[in-house]
């Protein structure tokens, strides 16, 4: 039996056992329920009240928890904030997502379906309201063409970075806010003006069935809260760095702001047809860790009243990386004060509330709905089904999981490892050497969990870099930092002997041209074509070293802006002595996530002209891009 119910719910479930059972027993007739969903940006398992956590304070989370269900081992689809979303909001796991790189703005494509979409065909009204990480502006990924009527907030995911930027985006238009500069600079907290729209969508759409969806962008970072909120009382005189306190008051803002939504379904007389969900995105961060607090001075993977520790952190795949907490209420539909253990995560959300709404789910997602687990089985009329495996995977690493079973790569040169999460909830005692056939059992599901990666495209980046550099105010072209890294020269043949001979494409749109490659100035950069036709490796540039030459190698600087978009992986590279006399490759490589260069040294070999073909990008997209090539070798006397 999952389900606990403690001795003081108990009580008051028997006090009220007959209004109850009622509820229950038309719970599973189509009745098209509010759907409100709260999702935080970094909260971490350990960090509310009724956790023990000792900082921070959480009453009414805690309180939404006593009258709902708490979740125990509910997990996040990822373990970064775009691709933990875009599973959220496709069903799917990260090994059939679009989104996942985590470069702030990767869009979805064009044809997929979301909860939101889904619902609008059972007629909800559909509202977004914070950080949607789903598609940058100008891009197939918009909200406004993933079913939303309205959202508003921040579409990509640096310009979320600022509470005070000089605009936010409403169905791709902007919406100014006063006296803002960028950063921590300006007078119109973006928070407050999304939490209050959201608010009023609820208002707005009370007389019909609604789908809020209020992914809010704290507690994360830049950790700014501005001082005259009640929640910066609590902290202000805590003996903690200001940064760990005005986070500490960023929970409890949004811990009052949930109240604040609680409140107004209630008194719209709302409560009892409106479900509320209320998780973190992806794993604690272990923000302010220090000598005498190396998980963090709030402790996000961390036991507090057994120490017992989740290995990792976001961004990675270990169990600190997935924990969130998770809150479902649903007064008269979930009896109160239940504690689950169910294991499920991000893609069960659309099949759970597409269920409860009776709208047909998509046949190619992998959540499962949950319905059963939180009306209860009899309401529901079936038991919960369980997944054979969850799945996931970011940027290199994968981890797979069957019951307590769980694999994971790490990625890098690191193989797998196997873990009892029963036994060994902090990963410490891996069996991947004792049980070589459970293993298998599992990396043989996880090879066939993974598709190669089809991101959304973009018509128009200027408007999306323009929301990047709003982060800073609008002052920091193409989101480029001050300090950039350069090609050292030794070695390469002189640089204005090259010249490009062809490429396979360029956006031209926006000046990131094939001469970037060479032009000797690491600010700028190659980037192949937006254009679908073309987004798919092999691509290629083929260089004319200006005369016959002996090549030893080639020499590469990835780009240096923020984005990682394009970055080189797997490559490799032909010489010869006319254009169209290529051969086999005479080597190949695959260069790794890094902002300073890297070589592919190789056996003399003589030639005129050199080609370069990419055949694979650092976060698996379609793209390729470069800011500066170099080939080692020396002209050959004439
Ligand atoms: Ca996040
Ligand atoms: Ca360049």
């Known amino acids: 039996m999952r389900r606990v119910v403690t001795g003081v719910v108990l009580a008051i479930l028997t006090c009220s056992a007959n209004g109850w059972m009622t509820a229950a027993a038309s719970a599973a007739a189509p009745s098209r329920p509010n759907i409100v969903y709260i999702m935080a940006d970094e909260l971490g398992y350990f960090e509310l009240s009724c956790l023990g956590n000792p900082h921070l304070k959480t009453p009414r989370l805690d309180q939404m928890a006593a009258e709902g269900m708490r979740f125990t081992s509910a997990l996040a689809g990822s373990s970064v904030c775009a691709p933990t979303r875009c599973c959220f909001l496709t069903g799917k796991h990260s090994g059939h997502t679009s989104v996942r790189s985590n ?14 979409s889904l619902l609008k065909t059972a007629g909800y009204a559909t509202g977004g309201f914070g950080k949607w990480g789903c598609g940058g502006r100008g891009s197939t990924g918009v909200p406004e063409k993933h079913g939303f009527d309205v959202f508003l907030g921040y579409y990509d995911q640096v310009h979320a970075h600022s509470y005070y930027p000089p605009y936010i985006v409403r169905n791709s238009e902007e919406v100014p806010l006063a006296n803002n500069r960028g950063g921590s600079d300006g007078e119109t907290y973006s928070h407050y003006v999304i939490v209050d729209a959201a608010k009023q969508f609820i208002r707005d759409h009370k ?15 830049i950790f700014d809260i501005p001082d005259d909120d009640p929640a910066w009382a609590i902290y202000r005189d805590e003996p903690w760095p200001e940064q760990a306190r005005r986070y500490a008051a960023m929970v409890s803002m949004v811990d009052r702001q949930v109240g604040e939504v609680l409140d107004l379904l209630r008194d719209l007389g709302l409560e009892e047809n409106t479900l509320v969900f209320f ?47 998770m809150i479902a209420r649903w007064p008269g539909r979930i009896a109160p004060g239940q504690v689950s253990d169910l294991l499920w995560y991000f893609p069960d959300v659309l099949p759970t509330v597409t ?53 994971i790569h790490p990625g890098n040169k690191r193989g797998w490892e196997l873990y009892d999460l029963a036994a060994d909830p902090s990963e410490q005692h891996d069996l991947a050497a004792d049980r070589p056939e459970l293993l298998a059992k599992l990396t043989v599901a996880a090879e066939a969990a993974h598709t190669p990666v089809e991101e959304g495209v973009f018509f128009d980046t200027e408007i999306h870099e323009r929301d990047r550099r709003a982060k800073f ?19 390469l043949l002189p640089r204005k002997r090259l010249s490009i001979h062809s490429f396979s494409s360029e956006a031209s749109g926006n000046s990131r041209l094939a001469v970037h490659t ?22 290629e540039l083929v260089i004319d070293l200006g005369g016959e030459a002996t090549v030893r190698g080639l020499r590469y600087l990835a780009r240096q802006d923020n984005g990682w978009n394009g970055a080189l992986a797997a490559v490799e590279v032909a010489v010869a002595s006319s254009p169209d006399g290529f051969g086999e490759p005479v080597a190949k490589t695959t260069f ?28 698996g997209g379609p793209w390729a891009s470069i800011a500066e090539l170099g080939v080692v070798g020396e002209p050959e006397p004439k």
């Not at 702030?104 to 979301?114: K, V, W």
């Not at 690491?522 to 254009?531: G, K, L, M, N, V």
């Open 103 to 116: 470069g702030g703005g990767t869009p979805l494509r064009a044809e997929e379906e979301t909860i939101a």
């Open 207 to 221: 007389d019909e069935p609604f789908f809020c969806y209020m992914p809010i962008t704290p507690p994360h970072g």
């Open 279 to 325: 998780s973190g995105d992806n794993g604690g961060a272990d923000y302010f860790s220090n000598k005498e607090h190396p998980r963090g001075i709030h402790g996000a993977n961390v036991n507090p009243k057994t120490g017992v520790e989740y290995r990792g952190k976001k961004g990675n795949l270990y169990e600190g990386g997935l924990r969130i907490p």
């Open 355 to 407: 269920e409860l709404a009776g709208v047909a789910m998509p046949d190619d997602i992998d959540g499962l709905s949950i319905v059963p687990e939180l009306l209860g089985e009899s309401a529901a009329g079936r038991p919960q089904p369980t997944h054979d495996y969850l799945y996931w995977e970011l940027g290199g690493q994968t981890a797979i999981r069957m019951g307590d079973i769980k694999a």
């Open 473 to 491: 105010g609008g002052k920091d072209p193409n989101g480029m930092p001050a300090k950039v890294e350069v090609m050292p020269e030794e070695g």
């Open 518 to 539: 060479i032009d000797g100035n690491p600010r700028t950069h190659w980037h192949t074509a937006y254009s679908p036709e073309v987004l798919k490796h092999p691509h």
């Open 592 to 619: 790794t996530k890094r902002k300073q260069s890297q070589e592919l040294l190789f056996a003399p070999v003589h030639g005129r002209y050199l080609r370069l073909r990419v055949l694979s990008e650092v976060n």
